[in-house]
């Protein structure tokens, strides 16, 4: 019974240690799953996003520039550019590197009317905007696993509010 009196109060006491850096983990955490300031938001046909300017601007002020692009991958399919890649932030609160995959991909641009099979269709240098495109695609579905201020709800008819 006394090594059970001792073992509540070591857990209660290393509670009461840890409290602070919870508290701060919980307030980063309600950061990140923040609504994104109106004033970034974009709509294009009737959808809102926000620009990867928008989502590179805020990894750099919640990271403190501490996030990287890893294992960026990219195949052609017909007339489609399709990225993957793996972003990696440094948690300022949790002091580790957490990785998100992203996904992301954009039509090859070609002339009006072209069959997708036509590559001499495809638009001259038409991989100089499309590929990039493709990657800021994907680095945008990587970064909203992060949280909402990256857009995770934009898209949504109805945000998940279920309390567990």
């Known amino acids: 019974m006394e090594n059970l ?8 006491n290393k509670a009461a240690q840890n409290r602070p ?30 620009p990867i300017s928008a989502i590179e ?10 996030w990287q692009i890893k294992n960026l991958n990219y ?5 489609e550019i399709l990225v993957s890649l793996d972003l990696e932030v440094f948690h300022p609160v949790a002091k580790v590197w957490i990785c998100r995959a992203g996904v992301g991909a954009c039509m090859i641009r070609q002339r009006s009317g072209a069959q997708i099979s036509d590559i001499d269709a495809k638009l001259k240098n038409a991989l100089v905007m499309d ?25 949504r008819k109805a945000a998940d509010t279920t309390d567990y």
Request: charged share 25%; aromatic share 6%; net charge positive.
């Open 75 to 79: 195949k052609i399919v017909a007339n």
């Open 21 to 50: 850096e919870l508290i701060n983990l919980e307030k980063f955490t309600s950061v990140l799953n923040s609504a994104p300031a109106a004033s970034k938001i974009k709509s294009r046909n009737g959808i809102n996003y926000l």
């Open 131 to 155: 590929l990039p495109h493709a990657k800021a695609e994907a680095i945008k579905n990587a970064a909203k696993s992060l949280g909402a201020i990256f857009g995770r709800n934009l898209a």
């Open 57 to 66: 601007s805020d990894l750099d002020r919640l990271f403190a520039g501490l």
């Open 5 to 12: 009196k001792k073992s509540l109060e070591a857990a209660q």
